[in-house]
């Protein structure tokens, strides 16, 4: 990648850096969840958080969404125009934890909510369900300051899981999977919709019970 100057104070000069102020934001949003898990295990006995999986994106991929954007590859246009160089995503238990980890996350001084994506709500005509937050983190550097963007998405085991097999099955076919295992695909997101809701139910009857 070719060295890239940007003259507006706070920003990257080089790819080694770009990925090195990705690499340390993604690393912040990892610890401040690691915290908040700790904390819910330590004062309310109650662990929402299944397990955290981040990743830096490929040169490759960052390259192949800006030229399907219609962009000039620059490390200017990958920062403003390619918001999840740095992923994180949170597996947790129940639907009910996805908004909880949400808001918690919002709340923190230091993090910035850019856009929020309610595929929950909302879900894509695959079927595929997921909350997702693009949200801005500030790197320190030692002469300044970098602003920068990390994507977190939140979603429950089930929903993970389906979304790793809707992956495997879109690299498989090139995104042109055969019309019928799409259907099934659609059909299985319907069983662990129905699942997440039988299992948050259940949940809420164990914990009332317990307060019994």
Known sequence: MDDYLMDNEGSVETWTELMLVYSAAMKQIEAKIEILNEEFQQVHSYNPIEHVKSRLKSTESIVKKLKKQGREVSLGNMVEYV???????????????????????????????????????????????????????????????????VEIQIRTVAMDFWASLEHKMNYKFEGNAPQSLKDELIMCAEIVSLLDERMLSLNEEVQNYSKE
């Open 83 to 149: 918001n999840d160089i740095a992923g994180v995503r949170v597996i947790c238990s129940f639907t009910s934890d996805i908004y909880r980890i949400a808001d918690i996350i919002s709340k923190q001084r230091d993090i910035k909510v850019i856009s929020v994506k309610d595929y929950l709500v909302k879900p894509k005509p695959s079927g595929y369900k997921s909350y997702h937050m693009i949200v801005s983190i500030p790197v320190y550097l030692t002469d300044r300051v970098v602003e920068t963007k």
